[in-house]
């Protein structure tokens, strides 16, 4: 079993700064890449930003310059930080982690339960 759990979000005003975080535990041999996805209301789910287990991150044009993502290997945690948030921020936000559970078994995607970010003007 894997487990990802989040924790953060919540409301903020125009210009303010969020701190998403994400823990991978249970079974686990290694984690690949780690993520920040988002779906507003009425819109499919769109990658905000990912980083790989070694190498450089990559984020949506949307969010360069004011979002940033990082990861703490040892504990299987991944951040996002958010600043200069803007009301088309408002989302639902989930983070995933490819975890692979054994040595010779395959990779698998794993998702957060999701949590709300909600930026008034």
């Known amino acids: 079993q894997v487990q990802v759990v989040q924790s953060g979000g919540g409301l903020v005003q125009t210009g303010g700064s969020l701190r998403l975080s994400c823990a991978a535990s249970?079974?686990?041999?290694?984690?690949?890449?780690m993520g920040w996805y988002r779906q507003a209301p009425e819109k499919q789910r769109e990658l905000v930003a990912v980083?790989?287990?070694?190498?450089?991150?990559n984020y949506a044009d949307s969010v360069k310059g004011r979002f940033t993502i990082s990861r703490d290997n040892a504990k299987n945690m991944v951040y996002l930080e958010m600043n200069s948030l803007k009301p088309e921020d408002t989302a639902v936000y989930y983070c995933?982690?490819?975890?692979?559970?054994?040595?010779?078994?395959?990779?698998?995607?794993?998702w957060g339960q999701g949590t709300q970010v909600t930026v008034s003007t």
């Open positions: 249970g079974s686990i041999f290694s984690i690949n890449a």
């Open positions: 980083i790989p287990s070694g190498g450089s991150a």
């Open positions: 995933n982690a490819d975890v692979t559970r054994h040595s010779s078994s395959p990779t698998f995607r794993y």
